[in-house]
């Protein structure tokens, strides 16, 4: 695994490949997109940045003209949950489209930046060894391989060399 490997793992993958990901996956699945998941994934992939329910209610509304129950927005996101298609950040409460068709179990690694809310999503095979060999040593089963790392981004590390 090369730090460039690392680095094409983008957050927010172009809506098409999220939604052509998303399509394929449900084919394989026996699952359907219907259209309140699809317009769902189509507007976190649309955003590509972490939304809470609550906004992904405003723009759902904004699109369909109707405002949508909170239930029928968190069923849709359970769906896409199950499926890997959106990732769920414990710390910000918030949803990310993820178009890189891993499986749900796999490690994935979050890069949020606190000043402008900027994330990338990340994979390390180092990192996912560790933790299997950690795991293994304890003999823990993880369900979920989630990592949320606060820091800031290139972009607003630069800006503020900039301001200085
Ligand atoms: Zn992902
Ligand atoms: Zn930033």
Do not use: W
């Amino acid at each position: 695994m090369s730090p460039q490997d690392d680095r094409e793992s983008q957050a927010g993958a172009a809506v098409t490949d999220a939604l052509s990901v998303a399509e394929e996956l449900c084919h394989a699945h026996g699952v359907k997109l219907t259209q309140s998941r699809r317009l769902i994934l189509e507007i976190l992939a649309n955003e590509g940045r972490p939304l809470g329910a609550y906004d992904m209610i405003e723009k759902v509304a904004a699109a369909t003209g109707k405002s949508p129950a909170p239930v029928t927005i968190y069923r849709a996101l359970d769906f896409l949950l199950e499926n890997g298609l959106v990732h769920r950040l414990a710390s910000r409460n918030a949803y990310l489209a993820c178009g890189h068709g891993h499986r749900v179990q796999d490690l994935v690694v979050f890069l949020i930046c606190e000043s402008c809310g900027h994330v990338v999503e990340a994979t390390s095979d180092a990192l996912r060894q560790d933790l299997a060999s950690l795991a293994a040593k304890t003999r823990f089963v993880p369900h979920s391989q989630v990592m949320e790392i606060a820091g800031r981004c290139q972009a607003c590390g630069a800006a503020e060399v900039a301001s200085a």
